[in-house]
């Protein structure tokens, strides 16, 4: 919807990606706000009359940018580290509204986010929990705390992204969770609000987290009768889109389906979704810069490379890649790769494309999980990001420099 072809061009909204290219140059992100809105508005939607807060991942997409613009819909976020907090305060976003995972938070972490007033920590171990006790007693902040426990469920995903089975190391485990409550309530400086859970990213159907959520609130249940009642319970996110042509439920449904689960708990609800509100909504603009020809394959070599994409080298995950004009050039297939010097370098393998030299091409649903993991391998600067709103673009990132690169290394004088 919000990337469609007008009289043969790929636009967003109402802009062609031409334009773009033209004026900010590629290789380049490209974000439509509409189609922002529109996702975080499917969340929304599905809990009306619900008391309930969607607390955006910000590591699926942080520029402050796409974190301002969710933050005046009312999100909250969900962090899992300082540098994130940062960035949610910058962005204006409220820090009453933060949620903090990760298994590794730092006494300087904690600190932050006790100081920053953020809604809850969520405590992934026994050493993380005696550890934030220490530093709230510390500043005199209590510190408001739920578990995230590990609910034991298949996410039914690629397994770098499964965080929710015995093995892994997220949160605290299923059979641990109801000691380590009543270890926890006792503490005088942490206050015991919520508990949490987050089973994997990319989950195409909604029965694993529909199954997680039914074991969290079994667990919410039996606590509130041992005189330990919650104020929230956070089902994480993990909600799939569709890259491919796969089939993938609607928000609508997982949400429909974790409300079900959840019957009759009183507690608020908290949902941490990320790639299903940006993924969408972002495309990564490249150029063609030679065609190659060997005598096994061809070759579109473009000027985005796996530093600024990572996805399909790292998980071999599927994008569909895209002319931005539509061409009469002959169609062929294509292996689609950066100019990286590692053969693991690639955007998309064996695709038939009508594409040369100087043309663009748009590798799409890239606006979750992209630019958050573009790195300067190769000592390429990072790309630019723009924010479309109908027939207005905004850069929301400068194309790194050369210079920036190393501007903050230092050569000894021996
Ligand atoms: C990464 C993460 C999310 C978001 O996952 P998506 O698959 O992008 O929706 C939510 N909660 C926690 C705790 C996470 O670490």
């Known amino acids: 919807m919000s990337f469609a072809y ?24 490209v974000y439509s706000r509409r189609e922002i809105e529109h996702n975080y508005g499917e969340f929304t939607r599905a809990l009306v009359g619900r008391d309930a807060l969607v607390c955006y991942s910000v590591k699926a997409n ?12 009312g999100a909250g976020f969900d962090i899992v580290s300082g540098g994130e907090l940062a960035r949610v305060r910058a962005a204006g976003g409220d820090p009453r509204k933060v949620v903090f995972s990760g298994v590794g938070k730092s006494e300087a972490e904690i600190a932050q986010a006790l100081r920053a007033r953020i809604l809850c920590l969520n405590v992934e171990s026994e050493p993380e929990l005696l550890r934030v006790a220490a530093v709230a007693r510390r500043l005199g902040i209590r510190a408001p705390i739920a578990f995230r426990v590990n609910p034991d469920i298949d996410a039914r995903t690629h397994p770098y992204i499964a965080t929710g089975l015995k093995g892994s190391k997220f949160g605290v485990p299923y059979a641990q969770a109801e000691r380590l ?38 667990l ?9 009642p919650l104020r929230h319970i956070d089902i994480g996110g993990g909600m799939g889109i569709r890259y491919r042509k796969e089939r ?16 009759t708990r009183p507690e608020a609800l908290i949902l941490d ?10 495309v990564l603009l490249t150029r063609v810069e030679y065609v190659k020809r060997t005598a096994r394959k061809r070759f579109l070599v473009v000027d985005a490379a796996m530093n600024d994409f990572l996805r399909p080298a790292l998980y071999g995950a599927w994008h569909d890649v895209v002319a931005v004009r539509k061409s ?18 690639f955007l998309a393998q064996r695709r038939t494309l009508a594409a040369g030299e ?14 958050v993991l573009s790195s300067n391998y190769n000592s390429r600067p990072r790309a630019a990001e723009v924010l479309v709103d109908g027939r207005e673009a905004r850069l929301v990132r400068r194309r790194e420099r050369a210079e920036t690169l190393y501007a903050g290394e230092l050569v000894p004088r021996w």
């Open 248 to 263: 993938v439920a609607p928000i609508g449904r997982f949400v429909a389906r974790c409300l079900k689960a959840l019957g």
């Open 181 to 218: 409550y009543r270890k926890a309530v006792r503490l005088r400086d942490v206050e015991l609000i919520g508990i949490g859970c987050h089973i994997g990213s990319q989950m195409r159907v909604p029965d694993p987290l529909a199954d997680a959520v039914r074991r969290i609130a079994a």
């Open 62 to 73: 942080c520029n402050l940018a796409v974190l301002a613009l969710l933050s005046r819909l």
């Open 6 to 29: 007008r009289n043969g061009v790929l636009c967003a909204e109402r802009i062609s990606l031409q334009t773009i290219a033209r004026r900010f140059g590629t290789p380049c992100y």
């Open 220 to 228: 919410a249940t039996r606590l509130a009768d041992a005189g330990i």
């Open 328 to 345: 009469r050039r002959r169609p062929a297939l294509y292996d689609v790769v950066g100019p990286v010097c590692e053969s693991g370098d």
């Open 358 to 371: 100087g043309d663009l091409l748009a590798v799409k649903s890239a606006g979750a999980y992209g630019m």
């Open 273 to 282: 979704p990320g790639r299903s509100i940006v993924g969408s909504a972002g």
